[in-house]
């Protein structure tokens, strides 16, 4: 047996999140999604984000453009580009919410994630960093990713999962992950493993240096 938590990212996309939440409402699952701030300019992102919250799901911040690395990305003002323009996206779509994603730029947990200024910010305004230790890759390997999926969850005791609700065709096996998962004793929940969460409500809860560029 293990314990499972859900995350999707790179959403919400007006043809498979839909699908997602009707998989996850009529297994009664619970998930996290991160989403992109600029999805949130298409006519449906907003009712989308409305009904994961209605559905009792969580949402988080997980950048505006999702094009670089907050580590990589020098800009003065990314704090503001890619995290507050995101919230205020959200609030304007009805969420209010302190989770904050970066961009690992393919799932790489290093360096690239974060820098000074965003650690500063998550700090300073209570946020929780959410990260993750299973990602299956599904956006690259659309046909295989549930095989890779279930042996990281056989792996580790909980297993804080990213899969993408994006229109690669792998959310078509989302089904048959959840029910292999379930054969094997996945026991579902919505809260996050403490070494996923460096930051938690704004304090560092765990080592933030293995996630930092050198910039400011």
């Not at 503001?80 to 779509?93: C, M, S």
């Not at 094997?184 to 460096?198: I, T």
């Amino acid at each position: 047996m293990f314990d499972l938590t859900l995350t999707f990212d790179n959403g919400p996309d007006p043809e498979v999140t839909p699908r997602v939440l009707d998989i996850l409402r009529a297994r009664g699952l619970k998930a996290t999604f991160f989403v992109v701030g600029r999805k949130l300019e298409h006519p449906d992102g907003p009712g989308l984000v409305r009904a994961a919250l209605a559905d009792g799901h969580r949402i988080g911040n997980h950048t505006y453009t999702h094009t670089i690395p907050l580590g990589e990305n020098l800009d003065p003002d990314v704090v503001e580009a890619e995290i507050a323009r995101t919230d205020r996206a959200l609030r304007d779509a009805g969420a209010e919410t302190r989770l904050f994603r970066p961009f690992g730029g393919g799932g790489n947990l290093d360096g690239r994630l974060l820098r000074r200024s965003v650690v500063d910010h998550l700090t300073g305004e209570g946020y929780s960093c959410v990260l993750w230790n299973a990602i299956p890759r599904d956006w690259a390997d659309p046909e295989g990713w549930v095989e890779t999926a279930l042996a990281q969850c056989k792996a580790q005791p909980w297993t804080l999962i990213v899969l993408h609700d994006l229109p690669t065709g792998a959310m078509d096996r989302l089904e048959e992950f959840l029910d292999k998962a379930t054969a094997l004793g996945a026991r579902f929940r919505q809260d996050f493993p403490d070494a996923c969460v460096p930051i938690r409500d704004g304090r560092i809860a765990a080592p933030v240096e293995p996630y930092m560029s050198d910039a400011a």
